[in-house]
């Protein structure tokens, strides 16, 4: 997952952070997880294979086909930092080859010892073969 990591270009990165911008519980963790549930999918045949194709898939991230943004700065430098690279690593630790989340309003149907969170605040993960 390192040299996956290393070898994102900025615009990758700027995708990433519109994403993370409209989908994560902001400041927390849960960040970090949703740029690796997105990156996961680059790398599973299950997904298109890069992180353009995955982030504007239709009927994918609802906040991202409802609206036209700029990447939110902050996230951008956050995430592009060697501290951020860390935390993407950390959250791969933590949600494993999960390729999809379900945020707050689903959470009545997580199931804890299979779906992990990052944050209480945020989104749970889980394979994209679980409804």
Not at 75 to 85: A, E, F, T, V, Y
Request: proline fraction near 4%; hydrophobic fraction near 35%.
């Amino acid at each position: 997952m390192l040299a996956f990591i290393l070898s994102l270009s900025m615009t990758d990165y700027s995708h990433l952070a519109k994403v993370i911008q409209v989908e994560a519980a902001r400041g927390t963790m849960d960040e970090y997880c949703v740029a690796v549930s997105v990156l996961n999918r680059v790398r599973s045949p299950h997904f298109p294979n890069t992180v353009a194709s995955v982030v504007y898939s239709p009927g994918q991230y609802e906040g991202l086909s409802n609206y036209n943004i700029s990447p939110n700065l902050s996230i951008l430098n956050r995430i592009m930092s060697k501290d951020g690279q860390k935390k993407l690593l950390s959250a791969y630790s933590i949600i494993g080859d999960r390729t999809d989340f379900k945020g707050q309003r689903m959470l009545k149907y997580r199931v804890a010892s299979e779906d992990p969170m990052c944050h209480n605040k945020g989104n749970f993960y889980h394979y994209h073969w679980q409804t």
